[in-house]
């Protein structure tokens, strides 16, 4: 059995949210706060399957509990090949959507450039948005969380989400 972490950096709780919504449907995996709970970027050797969550702040960077384990592993550059990974993360579409979701797509890049397998893209349908680094091919290289302006939408989305990694990962 895939031993999955739910690795996240939440300001508001929004992605708090989304990562408990997640264990739930991932029995048996763990949860990391990034403020609480990380250790360093070795951390991520103990588990098969990475789920990052991060929201987006500024211009369009991950959430500030983020900020040092991403350096490090930019500047250590571990090798991760053969971890799974997916990302999910919080926006506020309307108020924000020059960089809606970005947070993301930059975590995309690094994770894959080191080698882990990226999967979990969602359509981008049902979002109304300017920009975000986080689409890829017309799809968003995770999921995408807006409890400003879709609140109503994130457990069903979660929980879709969930069941599309599970299949894709063959879990």
């Given at each position: 059995?895939?031993?999955?972490?739910?690795?996240?950096?939440?300001?508001?709780?929004?992605?708090?949210?989304?990562?408990?919504?997640?264990?739930?449907?991932?029995?048996?995996?763990?949860?990391?706060?990034?403020?609480?709970?990380?250790?360093?970027?070795?951390?991520?050797?103990?588990?098969?399957?990475?789920?990052?969550?991060?929201?987006?702040?500024?211009?369009?960077?991950?959430q500030r509990d983020?900020?040092?384990?991403?350096?490090?592993?930019?500047?250590?550059?571990?090798?991760?090949?053969?971890?799974?990974?997916?990302?999910?993360?919080?926006?506020d579409q309307k108020?924000?959507?020059?960089?809606?979701?970005?947070?993301?797509?930059?975590?995309?890049?690094?994770?894959?450039?080191?080698?882990?397998?990226?999967?979990?893209?969602?359509?981008?349908?049902?979002?109304?948005?300017?920009?975000?680094?986080?689409?890829?091919?017309?799809?968003?290289?995770?999921?995408?969380?807006?409890?400003?302006?879709?609140?109503?939408?994130?457990?069903?989305?979660?929980?879709?989400?969930?069941?599309?990694?599970?299949?894709?990962?063959?879990?």
């Amino acid at each position: 059995m895939a031993k999955v972490g739910i690795f996240f950096g939440s300001s508001s709780g929004v992605t708090r949210g989304a990562a408990e919504l997640l264990a739930d449907e991932f029995k048996g995996s763990e949860l990391i706060d990034m403020e609480e709970d990380f250790d360093g970027i070795d951390q991520f050797e103990d588990f098969d399957v990475l789920l990052i969550g991060s929201s987006t702040w500024g211009q369009g960077d991950p959430q500030r509990d983020w900020v040092d384990p991403l350096y490090e592993l930019d500047n250590e550059r571990p090798d991760l090949d053969g971890k799974k990974v997916a990302f999910f993360g919080a926006g506020d579409q309307k108020t924000h959507g020059e960089h809606f979701l970005s947070a993301l797509g930059k975590m995309y890049d690094l994770f894959t450039s080191l080698g882990a397998s990226a999967y979990g893209f969602t359509s981008t349908s049902g979002y109304e948005y300017e920009f975000s680094l986080a689409e890829r091919e017309g799809k968003f290289c995770g999921l995408g969380i807006d409890d400003v302006n879709q609140e109503d939408l994130t457990e069903e989305r979660v929980k879709t989400w969930a069941s599309q990694l599970k299949s894709e990962m063959g879990l």
